[in-house]
């Protein structure tokens, strides 16, 4: 045993080396996890993967104008086996990511962000309404899966639309098209219809302000 006299000064040491340990993994920026927002960039280390390769992604706000705080969802987004560190420019609102090109794909990063609705699909990504016979009307039917499905549509200008939602959930049982100056209540299930729209993006928005899709009009 040690003597009793040395009992306070070797607390003391360990005592200081654990507060030494833990200032070191504060302090590391490149420990998973680390956020460091400098003005306008906000970064956020998702593993220690040894990225390869990076890429640039225009995201979008969903549920209204905190950058900060919606940064926390997109990292959440990315934070797949293989991403190593994402940047946002809250200004210009560009997401880099790196990544480790031997265990997640660009486009695998891509369909996690289009998956969280940050960020837009092409119209080639988008799922096709269907065209009547007599070419007056098109229609699709969209789920609510814990967010619609599909939540990005691709309509033919110059005819009118039918979307015909099933019984919707949370935030979703009241939708809005914004551009259009159109709401319905969907709560029990209902088809919205609107009228033919010129070409353009047409944003399916949730009665909490929260983007839950877009129709592309092609």
Known sequence: MLPRQLHVPLLVVVIAILIGV?????????????????????????????????????????????VQHESVHMFEAVSINGVGTATLDAEGLVLNVTYDSNLVSEEAIRGALIESLYLAVKSSEATPMSLAADGTVQRIDIVDNQGFEPAYILAKAGVPLELVFGPATECRTNIQFPQIGVAEDISSGATVSLPALQPGTYDIVCAGGGNKGAIIVE
């Open 22 to 66: 833990i200032a070191m993994l504060v302090n590391d920026p490149d420990a998973p996890e680390t956020v460091e927002v400098p003005g306008a960039i906000i970064t956020r280390v998702i593993s220690t993967a040894e990225t390869d390769s990076s890429a640039d992604f225009p995201v979008r706000l969903i549920e209204g104008s905190d």
